[in-house]
């Protein structure tokens, strides 16, 4: 069964920093393109990063570039979101993607699996 499971969300202050991770169970290839979506309650889900099967081409959304940074360990089979300078307005429910085809994430529709999400809160 493929499974993706997110961990590292929690409540930081404004300024602050986490990092999201991103495991894959034995039946999701390590090597498939991966992305993290977010979303806020009341709004669809959005994209948030995307990163190629090896790691060599990466996208992130106008509203968090320069702040954010998508990373792999194909070893590992573990993606990761490395997250400073957090806002309040990043506060959302994160989702880890992967696209079982290797085609690369660039929209939901493009997502075969889901993990379960991981919330994050950035509030004073």
């Known amino acids: 069964q493929v499974q993706l499971v997110e961990s590292g969300g929690g409540l930081v202050m404004p300024g602050g920093s986490l990092r999201l991770s991103c495991a894959g169970s034995?039946?999701?290839?390590?090597?498939?393109?991966k992305g993290w979506f977010r979303r806020v309650p009341g709004k669809e889900r959005e994209f948030v990063a995307r990163?190629?099967?090896?790691?060599?081409?990466?996208a992130y959304a106008d509203s968090v570039k320069g702040r954010f940074t998508i990373s792999r360990d194909n070893a590992k089979n573990m993606v990761y979101l490395q997250m400073n300078s957090l806002k309040p307005e990043d506060s959302a429910v994160y989702y880890c993607?992967?696209?079982?085809?290797?085609?690369?994430?660039?929209?939901?529709?493009?997502?075969?699996?889901w993990g379960q999400g991981t919330q994050v809160t950035v509030s004073a």
């Open positions: 990163i190629s099967w090896n790691g060599s081409r990466t």
């Open positions: 993607a992967a696209n079982g085809q290797y085609r690369e994430i660039d929209n939901m529709a493009s997502v075969d699996y």
């Open positions: 034995e039946h999701t290839s390590s090597t498939w393109p």
